[in-house]
Nanobody, 123 residues
């Protein structure tokens, strides 16, 4: 059983940056693909980014391309999401998720989920 704990969310002004972390425990971290999703009130969960177990395959959602960067440190069992040029529409609860091996943009294909962390971008 893998436990995921997100941190680093918070309140930031538009144009600012945040770096979120997701620490994993249990399981074999370096065999999992890690993903970030977000959900705003009244909206469906949206794919943000994902990185494969090797780190060689990386995907981004269209709305965050060029602004967000995903990375992982297998030695620390942690995946990061660097978010730059934040916009009010980035406001959401951000979730970290894990699945075996390769990346996916589909939330239901992820097995393990964190509890989520709030990101609020003020205009």
């Amino acid at each position: 059983q893998v436990q995921l704990v997100e941190s680093g969310g918070g309140l930031v002004q538009a144009g600012g940056s945040l770096r979120m972390s997701c620490a994993a425990s249990g399981g074999t971290f370096n065999l999992y693909a890690l993903g970030w999703f977000r959900q705003a009130p009244g909206k469906e969960r949206e794919f943000v980014s994902a990185i494969s177990w090797t780190g060689r395959s990386i995907l981004y959602g269209d709305s965050v391309k060029g602004r967000f960067t995903i990375s992982r440190d297998n030695a620390k069992n942690t995946v990061y999401l660097q978010m730059n040029s934040l916009k009010p529409e980035d406001t959401a609860v951000y979730y970290c998720a894990a699945r075996d091996w390769e990346v996916s943009t589909t939330a239901r294909e992820y097995t393990y989920w964190g509890q989520g962390t709030q990101v609020t971008v003020s205009s």
